[in-house]
């Protein structure tokens, strides 16, 4: 790790001005992706801007109509919200599923999602909820935020706030676990709203997608028989040493179904 | 005479006291005055040729004190790593040796190969300065597999080997062998990979070295199995430092799995580098570095065939292996795949003939050598599945196929044709043993559960016997080992009757300090608490050549108990003398010396006391003092072995492989502490689910990259993989160690692969699977089953 500079500001403003006045500085939120990078050399920011003093991003409220998860909140405490668990035990159960109990405590939603790791849980469930994301200075929707591997809409100075969710009717995750990583080899996240079904995979590509045969088919009959002969083209799907791209198809198949299953039950 | 708790019983283990309070000392927490530390600038290829180095821009970087490179290395004229075995070929051939550098001169053979040592006054300093360095690397293509290296136009590693081809080495009665298959009924063959695995002990590799001008003394602290190989090694061969000037200490180490158990390069370097600066060094690997410079395991790529007379009796047995070596030829590397391996294609079988041809492959990898079991698990894999392949090809049940085939428990001592010799044991009875532990009758219920839910289930068996207790010296020696394989122990009795024992063993997780202390306990009638293990350091422990092959009770045990003994013998004399009787009357029991048949007697305690108040001794046939050394060397192996049975199920919709059920019935011979014991094999076992399982180390032809190159992509077992295991042990006892012992530190490695391949195999072998390549990874397992059009039910 190399030497840097580390501030600790309270207000949101303050936060931003230093990560524009600051050529090369970096928000800092639960640090478990950030920190490690640091220590094997591959980032070396001059400073540091911890988000964790700032208490309007932490907490999770309702306003009836969506759930709002503060940017600052980690994932053990999404996972254990009686809220969420009551308005969106899909999203709960996501939160659940995310590395072990110390990467839970300290990993946070806003990095996550600020972060856009092509394997990992968050953006399944902003993207197929249909998220909106609250930042510094606007608003972002979901489909607009993810732009493909580590890269989002976010402009340079621009914090995630808080992520607002619309409440669905039933959804539900499903999560092929990396064998050696546990991020997602293949996560689906599929989400039923009045209007219609969301359906969104990460870890397959290079960043988060939607399928919309499937949310077609799942529209017409909201059930797991529905999408079990639909494959998924293995164009831009990912090929490693864990995984062939047809074998992540094949799952985005079989998780998919998983995920309606878990949202019935 | 107080706590004795001895053979058989199963008390805490003693140092985890230490361990499990924060409180253990390993080389990364040792602080030296005036320390630096130091960083290794490793190679970023997997084969380059190194046109030049220049050290300027680390020099003049903040906190450097100097830049050590390969040309350093030559002008001080420092020797290169030696190995430990010299093997030949059919023709008496000595395998090609090229050099090993400990930095490299002319080429980089794979990516990690050390290039440089940068040394700072801080770990930051040495990193930063470490990325500086510029080195002009010509890069050549690399080549990473056996079967690739050996291929004719294959980029060659040294000028001086041929095809990349270290040895073609063989064993066995080739002609023989020959003949059996000419009048076999069936022949069953199979084609496998034995993948690549690395290490991973808990604590990475770590080094401090220090300088002491006023004594002319080096110290050496390293994280290493065996302290007193790593001194006669790099003193005597490498850097040409006096025994009597070399100290070096391996303090607690935190897990080795035979990673640790070799000289590296490293450890010479920072050495050689303290005398140049004149300050002490410290060097501490992270986990990154670790997957790029421990030493791997494993990595063959075998053609098997077993040739069955129509009755299923197994007429003649044929392997043929690549085994790779990586870069260099670590400390062991060679002996691994050809002398740990071909003597154990017997396995628990009477097969009469058997022929094996082992081609020694450099690659541009890191070097290879032993990983827990080493060669034994590669042997009992090709054997125990191929006898799977025969038994499902002749429509013979496995478990009978393996029965008519046993050695019988009578026909011990049994000579195998391929050198060794099994002095006791008895698979039917582990066989036996696990078949119920297992449940297996009722197997078949299980099974239909499983398909009722979707999911295939399968039994699998493993029926192993290894090789252990390195090694008979003699033995050894005729195989092509560069030195002896004794272990010493000295038993020190305090004048307070307490005991502190001096063995040449390395205690890194196996529980030594417990064990030994039993040991003694029991012997010497002497409270458990009242005896310390000594270990890990050149200054305390004459000598020993450390803990690996599972060696440290077998061959150390073996040295304390003699040594014992002969603190006994001379108990007696002092208590003839104090007792005023003869000394073939004095009896020595429960920690008593008596006068036979009187009630005249000495407490240990007063013998140990007179020892060192020899006020009215005869001094000129008794000497003061109550200390005692011996050196043990086995006459044979032991030979472990036993019966493994696993029970998968499998989800075809993704190809996951779930381990449910796993018992293991195994004959360690005499068992000291039975939970240490258990332990052992429940590790043991994990590791070899492991390599079943998840475990693959890949690196990419061509460019030599390690892609499974840490956690993230390298998958360890980890607990929710496992089922509760069912380990009882069936002993019979070894005739020629002093108390019977095996050995139980490999076992479990050694008998689980084969017994989940083989369960995974059973699952599948409905749909004509025949055989599943490890790991048995989802991806791999659902390419078999599209492959075999399976029609997958839809939920
Ligand atoms: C061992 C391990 C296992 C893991 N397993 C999983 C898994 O299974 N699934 C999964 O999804 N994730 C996994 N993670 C990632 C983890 O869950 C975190 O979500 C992730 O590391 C980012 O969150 P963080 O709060 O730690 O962000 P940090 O590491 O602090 O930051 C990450 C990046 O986001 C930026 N950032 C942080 N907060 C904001 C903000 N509010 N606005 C704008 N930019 C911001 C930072 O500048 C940085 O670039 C794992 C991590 C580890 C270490």
């Given at each position: 790790m190399k030497p840097f500079a580390y501030h600790q500001p309270t207000q949101i403003p303050d936060a931003a001005k230093l990560l524009t006045s600051i050529e090369d500085s970096k928000l800092v939120a639960g640090g478990m992706t950030l920190i490690p990078t640091?220590?094997?050399?591959?980032?070396?920011?001059?400073?540091?801007?911890?988000?964790?003093?700032?208490?309007?991003?932490?907490?999770?409220?309702?306003?009836?109509?969506?759930?709002?998860?503060?940017?600052?909140?980690?994932?053990?405490?999404?996972?254990?919200?009686?809220?969420?668990?009551?308005?969106?035990?899909?999203?709960?159960?996501?939160?659940?599923?995310?590395?072990?109990?110390?990467?839970?405590?300290?990993?946070?939603?806003?990095?996550?999602v600020a972060n856009n790791d092509p394997a990992a849980d968050y953006?399944?469930?902003?993207?197929?909820?249909?998220?909106?994301?609250?930042?510094?200075?606007?608003?972002?929707?979901?489909?607009?935020?993810?732009?493909?591997?580590?890269?989002?809409?976010?402009?340079?100075?621009?914090?995630?706030?808080?992520?607002?969710?619309p409440l669905p009717l039933k959804a539900g995750y499903a999560k092929f676990k990396a064998p050696a990583s546990r991020y997602a080899l293949v996560g689906v996240f599929v989400a039923k709203f009045a209007d219609g079904v969301r359906v969104a995979v990460t870890g397959a590509g290079a960043g988060v997608f939607r399928v919309p045969p499937m949310e077609a088919a799942l529209s017409q009959h909201f059930d797991p028989s529905a999408i079990a002969a639909i494959k998924i083209d293995t164009d831009g799907l990912t090929s490693d040493i864990h995984a062939?791209?047809?074998?992540?198809?094949?799952?985005?198949?079989?998780?998919?179904?998983?995920?309606?299953?878990a949202a019935l039950s | 005479m107080g706590n004795v708790i001895g053979i058989g019983a199963s008390p805490k283990r003693k140092e985890d006291q230490r361990f499990l309070t924060g409180r253990g000392s390993y080389v990364s927490d040792i602080k030296r005055p005036g320390m630096t530390a130091g960083a290794f600038v490793r190679s970023p290829h997997g084969h380059a040729k190194l046109r030049g180095i220049d050290k300027s821009a680390a020099l003049a970087a903040p906190g450097v004190i100097a830049v050590l490179t390969g040309d350093d290395v030559a002008d001080d004229g420092l020797g290169s790593l030696p190995c430990g075995w010299g093997i030949t070929d059919a023709?008496?051939?000595?395998?090609?040796?090229?050099?090993?550098?400990?930095?490299?001169?002319?080429?980089?053979?794979?990516?990690?190969?050390?290039?440089?040592?940068?040394?700072?006054?801080?770990?930051?300093?040495?990193?930063?300065?470490?990325?500086?360095?510029?080195?002009?690397?010509?890069?050549?293509?690399?080549?990473?597999?056996?079967?690739?290296?050996?291929?004719?136009?294959?980029?060659?590693?040294?000028?001086?080997?041929?095809?990349?081809?270290?040895?073609?080495?063989?064993?066995?009665?080739?002609?023989?062998?020959?003949?059996?298959?000419?009048?076999?009924?069936?022949?069953?063959?199979?084609?496998?990979v034995n993948n690549r695995l690395i290490g991973n002990p808990m604590e990475p590799r770590a080094a401090i070295a220090e300088y002491e001008p006023g004594t002319d003394r080096f110290t050496l602290w390293t994280t290493s199995q065996f302290p007193h190989v790593v001194r006669f090694l790099m003193?005597?061969?490498?850097?040409?430092?006096?025994?009597?000037?070399?100290?070096?200490?391996?303090?607690?180490?935190?897990?080795?799995?035979?990673?640790?158990?070799?000289?590296?390069?490293?450890?010479?370097?920072?050495?050689w580098a303290a005398k140049r600066v004149m300050r002490p060094i410290k060097w501490v690997a992270s986990r990154s570095e670790g997957y790029v410079s421990d030493r791997h395991g494993r990595d063959h790529v075998t053609e098997a065939e077993l040739a069955l007379d129509e009755t299923g009796k197994f007429l003649a047995f044929r392997v043929k292996t690549l085994a790779n070596m990586g870069g260099y030829l670590s400390?062991?590397?060679?002996?691994?795949?050809?002398?740990?391996?071909?003597?154990?294609?017997?396995?628990?079988?009477?097969?009469?003939?058997?022929?094996?041809?082992?081609?020694?492959?450099?690659?541009?990898?890191?070097?290879?050598?032993?990983?827990?079991?080493?060669?034994?698990?590669?042997?009992?894999?090709?054997?125990?599945?191929?006898?799977?392949?025969?038994?499902?090809?002749?429509?013979?049940?496995?478990v009978e196929i393996r029965r008519r085939n046993m050695i019988p428990k009578e026909a011990y001592p049994y000579q195998t044709p391929v050198l060794v010799q099994y002095d006791s044991g008895d698979p039917v009875g582990c066989l036996d043993g696990a078949l119920v532990a297992a449940d297996a009758k009722n197997f078949g219920i299980r099974k239909s559960e499983s398909a009722r839910k979707g999911k295939f289930r399968g039994l699998g068996y493993s029926t192993y016997v290894e090789a252990c207790g390195l090694a008979p010296s003699r033995f050894a020696g005729r195989l092509g080992a560069r030195g002896g394989l004794y272990e010493s122990a000295t038993v020190r009795v305090h004048p307070t009757g307490q005991v502190t024992v001096m063995i040449g063993t390395h205690n890194h997780g196996q529980g030594h300090e417990t064990t030994f202390a039993q040991i003694v306990s029991e012997k010497l009638g002497v409270s458990f608490e009242n005896v310390d293990i000594v270990f890990g350091d050149t200054d305390r422990v004459q000598f020993g050549m450390g803990t690996y092959g599972s060696r440290s009770l077998v061959v150390g045990g073996a040295a304390l108990s003699k040594a014992t003994d002969k603190v006994v013998a001379k108990g007696k004399k002092i208590a003839a003398h104090l007792l005023e009787a003869a000394e073939v009357d004095i009896q020595f029991e429960a920690g008593k010396f008596s006068v036979a048949g009187t009630d005249r007697m000495k407490t240990f305690e007063e013998i140990a006391g007179a020892a060192y108040v020899p006020h009215d001794y005869p001094l000129e046939v008794l000497e003061p003092g109550l200390e005692e050394q011996a050196y043990y060397d086995p006459v044979n192996f032991t030979y472990p072995g036993g019966c493994h049975i696993a029970e998968v199920e499998v989800d075809p919709e993704t190809g996951t492989v779930t381990l449910v059920n796993y018992t293991a019935v195994d004959d360690v011979g005499t068992v000291i502490n039975p939970m240490i014991v258990e332990g052992q094999l429940h590790g043991g076992i994990v590791q070899g689910v492991g390599q079943a399982l998840f475990e693959n180390a890949v690196y990419d032809e061509g460019s030599g990259q390690l892609l499974s190159g840490s956690l993230m992509d390298y998958c360890m077992p980890r607990a929710d993989h496992l089922p509760m295991m069912k380990v009882e042990t069936h002993s019979t006892l070894?005739?020629?160690?002093?108390?019977?012992?095996?050995?139980?530190?490999?076992?479990?490695?050694?008998?689980?692969?084969?017994?989940?391949?083989?369960?995974?195999?059973?699952?599948?072998?409905?749909?004509?699977?025949?055989?599943?390549?490890?790991?048995?990874?989802?991806?791999?397992?659902?390419?078999?089953?599209?492959?075999?059009?399976?029609?997958?039910?839809?939920?």
């Open positions: 640091l220590k094997q050399r591959l980032a070396s920011p001059v400073a540091l801007i911890d988000l964790s003093r700032l208490g309007s991003l932490k907490g999770i409220t309702d306003d009836g109509a969506t759930i709002t998860i503060g940017a600052m909140t980690p994932h053990a405490v999404v996972a254990g919200s009686k809220l969420v668990q009551a308005r969106i035990p899909g999203l709960a159960a996501l939160a659940s599923m995310i590395g072990d109990p110390a990467v839970r405590s300290r990993g946070t939603i806003g990095g996550s953006p399944a469930g902003v993207l197929g909820l249909g998220a909106t994301i609250v930042t510094s200075t606007r608003e972002i929707a979901a489909d607009k935020f993810f732009l493909g591997l580590f890269e989002t809409a976010l402009e340079p100075g621009e914090i995630i706030t808080a992520i607002r969710f062939e791209a047809d074998y992540r198809a094949h799952l985005v198949t079989v998780m998919a179904k998983r995920a309606v299953d | 023709k008496g051939v000595p395998m090609k040796e090229p050099p090993f550098p400990m930095l490299a001169q002319d080429k980089v053979r794979f990516v990690g190969d050390m290039v440089a040592f940068v040394i700072a006054e801080t770990p930051e300093q040495a990193n930063a300065a470490a990325e500086l360095l510029n080195v002009d690397y010509e890069v050549l293509p690399s080549v990473v597999g056996v079967l690739e290296a050996v291929r004719p136009g294959a980029p060659q590693l040294f000028d001086d080997v041929p095809n990349n081809i270290c040895c073609d080495w063989e064993l066995g009665d080739k002609a023989a062998v020959e003949a059996a298959f000419r009048k076999a009924a069936h022949v069953a063959k199979l084609s496998l003193g005597a061969l490498v850097l040409n430092i006096p025994q009597h000037k070399l100290r070096v200490v391996a303090p607690d180490v935190g897990g080795g799995f035979g990673v640790k158990q070799f000289h590296y390069g490293e450890e010479a370097v920072i050495t400390t062991f590397g060679p002996n691994i795949p050809t002398n740990l391996y071909g003597p154990l294609l017997g396995g628990v079988y009477t097969t009469p003939a058997i022929y094996c041809n082992v081609k020694v492959v450099f690659t541009n990898t890191v070097p290879v050598d032993a990983y827990r079991g080493a060669g034994r698990p590669e042997a009992t894999f090709v054997l125990e599945r191929i006898v799977d392949v025969a038994a499902s090809e002749m429509g013979i049940d496995r070894c005739t020629h160690t002093p108390m019977g012992v095996k050995g139980c530190g490999e076992v479990g490695t050694i008998g689980s692969p084969a017994a989940v391949i083989n369960a995974v195999v059973d699952a599948l072998s409905h749909l004509g699977v025949t055989h599943v390549d490890m790991p048995a990874t989802p991806n791999r397992i659902w390419r078999l089953l599209q492959n075999a059009s399976l029609p997958v039910a839809a939920e």
